[in-house]
């Protein structure tokens, strides 16, 4: 089977076009020869044979009026002269039929050729013994036709099938590039935040409150420590490291978010309502992303003195709220507040952003569903 598939490959690469006008003028050549074998040459004979076989060229592009054009010509060359030989070009434009047309072209081309063939031997009751051999001719025909097509269909199937699971593959890598891009800045800026604001602090401690400013180092060291850490988990998910999959962090780490900004010189007061309970990573992630993008929007745009973080606790929702008492948001939403958004849309909650009560400070609120996700 080597040869026959060298020789599928190589004919494969041949353009359609010259594979068809091939096959035609090699069906009009052995038409022709059986048409005027047992006679002298007569002109309609080859006019005929050229109008039952040339149409191939076209018969990829329209296979139904081909065929129909092919048969008659065929038919009548029959009646006319008579045919010793197969109609090989009528076998063509039956296998091209099968292979390319819908059900009610191919319903239609099959009666057609029925009646082709019964027509045929009208006259040549004689070699009606033909007649079996010449049916089950158009049969293959029609059968290979068949089987090509259910191959063509299964491989445009298999294609597809293939192209919608890379686009899916590059939906889901982009899905994760944003998701790690959002950790990334969500760490960076809320512990480079802090940091900054506690080291401009500490120099001035340093002489009026030297405890404090011990505290303060203190603090700047384990953020620096655990901003480490998160990165290198961070970048362990993008090197495909299995033990990078840690325990993301949730509302369990609250208390050091509100202690990390008290040591900032915020006054952070925490509130919560409602039956605590457990959530799902995803939310409870969510839930801390928000409360540490707010605190850092506070620390290094708000000049606020005063922050408020209240958890509403309800048995269908959660309501995080991040509220201060500075100067507001001065421009349009940055990448912090759009980062929070997407995070909150994608576990299917909602996020809202404006003025505090009274228009005074900045007030940030999201609502998650902990029905849909317990």
């Known amino acids: 089977m080597t040869w026959l598939t060298a020789l599928r490959e190589r004919t494969a690469a041949v353009p359609p076009h010259v594979v068809d006008v091939a096959i035609a003028l090699l069906c009009y050549v052995l038409l022709a020869i059986s ?45 006319l002269y008579g045919l010793d030989d197969p109609p090989y070009s009528q076998l063509v434009a039956t296998y091209t039929l099968a292979a390319l047309s819908g059900p009610l072209a191919r319903l239609t081309g099959a009666a057609g050729t029925v009646v082709g063939i019964a027509l045929s031997f009208v006259g040549h009751e004689d070699k009606l013994v033909q007649l079996p051999i010449v049916g ?37 890598a982009a899905r994760e590039r944003e998701r790690i891009a959002r950790d990334m800045h969500d760490i960076l800026a809320h512990s480079i935040s802090l940091i900054a604001v506690q080291a401009e602090a500490g120099p001035v401690l340093v002489h009026s409150d030297p405890a404090r400013a011990e505290r303060v180092f203190d603090t700047i060291g384990q953020t620096a420590r655990e901003t480490l850490t998160q990165l290198r988990r961070t970048l362990g998910i993008l090197r495909g490291e299995t033990g990078s999959r840690a325990p993301q962090p949730d509302l369990d780490g609250l208390t050091a978010l509100a202690e990390r900004a008290r040591e900032a010189g915020l006054a952070v007061a925490v509130e919560e309502r409602g039956d605590k309970r457990p959530l799902p990573p995803e939310l409870g992630l969510a839930a801390y992303r928000v409360v540490q993008e ?25 309501g995080v709220e991040v509220r201060d008492d500075g100067r507001g948001q001065t421009g349009g939403e940055g990448h912090g507040i759009l980062g929070m958004r997407e995070r909150v849309g994608a576990v299917g909650g909602a996020l809202r952003t404006g003025p505090g009560p009274g228009g005074t400070g900045f007030q940030v609120t999201a609502t998650l569903p902990v029905q849909a996700h317990g």
Do not use: K, M, Q
């Not at 009026?65 to 065929?74: D, F, I, L, S």
């Open 35 to 79: 048409a005027t074998g047992h006679s002298e040459t007569h002109p309609l004979a080859l006019l005929l044979a050229a109008v039952a076989t040339l149409p191939l060229v076209w018969r990829r592009r329209w296979p139904l009026p081909v065929t129909a054009v092919c048969g008659v010509a065929t038919v009548l060359l029959t009646l």
């Open 136 to 172: 089950l001719l158009f049969i293959g025909a029609y059968a290979l036709g068949t089987g090509a097509r259910a191959r063509h269909d299964r491989i445009a199937l298999l294609e597809e099938r293939n192209r919608r699971h890379a686009e899916e593959r590059e939906a889901a």
């Open 294 to 318: 707010s605190l850092t929007n506070v620390v290094r745009h708000a000049g606020a003195t005063r922050v408020w973080i209240r958890l509403d606790w309800s048995p269908d929702e959660l």
